[in-house]
């Protein structure tokens, strides 16, 4: 098994342009997550899928854009780009079963908005 | 205050000390409470997940106290490998499936 895995894992844009960060999972979760990490500020939730087809914002979803056409993957959207997304992005999943909320992660993608 | 706090530190130990970190969390409500470890630059790791009843897994010994609402981890034994950041999370009281994560408290261990 891989995992979770993240395609970029590194990439320079240029403000205004876009990108799509992808996540792919082999385990079969249903819960799949997308998190910025900055400096001091910790893990932030951006946005999250419970499930193929539906998806739903978390803590800071703005300039954000997320599809979740296959259950295994999870492809975070960046429209039109701001310094202010230069951060690292994990992607997370979760298992279906009761009580199983623990999140496992991929290696991340860090992204330079220049 | 913060929905989860912990102490940024650095702790920094020498090698075969115990350590052991502190969180709290502000709803009493949560359901689920986990530590997570976080190397330089890399993915958080699941290290266990913490159990009313306390739990063990190795050098690692993970207490949760309801009434407090604190969570402890205690590292035995330490290892240089064991330098890290330690990240508390605690379940979303109103939607199990988010996580509330603490800033994480960094570990040296120094030889």
């Given at each position: 098994?891989?995992?979770?895995?993240?395609?970029?894992?590194?990439?320079?844009?240029?403000?205004?342009?876009?990108?799509?960060?992808?996540?792919?999972?082999?385990?079969?979760?249903?819960?799949?997550?997308?998190?910025?990490?900055?400096p001091g500020?910790g893990?932030?939730?951006?946005?999250?899928?419970?499930?193929?087809?539906?998806?739903?914002?978390?803590?800071?979803?703005?300039?954000?854009?997320?599809?979740?056409?296959?259950?295994?993957?999870?492809?975070?959207?960046?429209?039109?780009?701001?310094?202010?997304?230069?951060?690292?992005?994990?992607?997370?999943?979760?298992?279906?079963?009761?009580?199983?909320?623990?999140?496992?992660?991929?290696?991340?993608?860090?992204?330079?908005?220049? | 205050?913060?929905?989860?706090?912990q102490d940024p530190g650095p702790f920094n130990v020498?090698?075969?000390?115990?350590v052991a970190f502190n969180c709290?969390?502000?709803?009493?409500?949560?359901?689920?409470?986990?530590w997570y470890r976080q190397d330089c630059r890399k993915?958080p790791?699941?290290?266990?997940?913490?159990?009313?009843?306390?739990?063990?897994?190795?050098?690692?010994?993970?207490?949760?106290?309801?009434?407090?609402?604190?969570?402890?981890l205690?590292i035995?034994?330490s290892?240089?490998?064991d330098s890290a950041t330690y990240l508390c999370?605690?379940?979303?009281?109103?939607?199990?499936?988010?996580?509330?994560?603490g800033l994480g408290t960094s570990l040296a261990v120094n030889?």
């Amino acid at each position: 098994n891989a995992g979770v895995t993240q395609t970029p894992k590194f990439r320079v844009l240029k403000t205004g342009q876009s990108m799509t960060l992808l996540c792919a999972q082999d385990m079969n979760h249903e819960y799949m997550y997308w998190y910025r990490q900055d400096p001091g500020m910790g893990l932030r939730l951006i946005h999250y899928s419970v499930g193929e087809g539906t998806t739903a914002k978390g803590e800071v979803p703005d300039g954000y854009n997320v599809s979740r056409l296959k259950k295994q993957n999870f492809l975070l959207g960046l429209e039109s780009a701001a310094p202010s997304q230069t951060s690292v992005y994990f992607c997370a999943s979760s298992p279906t079963t009761y009580g199983g909320y623990e999140q496992y992660f991929g290696p991340g993608t860090r992204l330079t908005v220049t | 205050r913060k929905e989860v706090e912990q102490d940024p530190g650095p702790f920094n130990v020498p090698e075969g000390a115990t350590v052991a970190f502190n969180c709290t969390y502000s709803n009493s409500a949560s359901q689920s409470f986990f530590w997570y470890r976080q190397d330089c630059r890399k993915e958080p790791k699941l290290l266990m997940s913490v159990y009313s009843s306390g739990n063990e897994d190795g050098r690692f010994t993970a207490q949760l106290n309801r009434a407090s609402q604190y969570i402890s981890l205690l590292i035995r034994d330490s290892k240089l490998s064991d330098s890290a950041t330690y990240l508390c999370v605690v379940t979303n009281a109103g939607n199990n499936r988010k996580l509330i994560w603490g800033l994480g408290t960094s570990l040296a261990v120094n030889p």
